[in-house]
């Protein structure tokens, strides 16, 4: 079995920053790519960026491109994201995923809440 455990969420200020943490552990697997997710209250969960594992490439959801950065941390087995100049829209519980290929999300974190405050 794999578990991702986000860690970083918490309550900030409108044009703050943030790092989310996301860490794989227990068995060895194939994995295509990573990726964060959000969901707020009473909205469906949201793409938010992805990292491909053979090659870094990144990929962004239009609304924190330009604020938002994922990153990875192999030898830590870990997936970063950061996350700049927060809007309170940006509010929301942030999920990691792991992909085994494009289209099978395998595994799931338990997420993490960032609050925004205006």
């Known amino acids: 079995q794999v578990q991702l455990v986000e860690s970083g969420g918490g309550l900030v200020q409108a044009g703050d920053s943030l790092r989310l943490s996301c860490a794989a552990s227990?068995?060895?697997?194939?994995?295509?790519?990573m990726d964060w997710f959000r969901q707020a209250p009473g909205k469906e969960r949201e793409f938010v960026a992805c990292i491909i594992w053979s090659d870094g490439s990144t990929y962004y959801a239009g609304s924190v491109k330009g604020r938002f950065t994922i990153s990875r941390d192999n030898a830590k087995n870990t997936v970063y994201l950061q996350m700049n100049s927060l809007k309170p829209e940006d509010t929301a519980v942030y999920y990691c995923?792991?992909?085994?290929?494009?289209?099978?999300?395998?595994?799931w974190g338990q997420g993490t809440q960032v609050t925004v405050s205006s």
């Open positions: 227990g068995r060895t697997f194939s994995r295509y790519a």
């Open positions: 995923a792991a992909r085994s290929d494009r289209t099978s999300y395998d595994y």
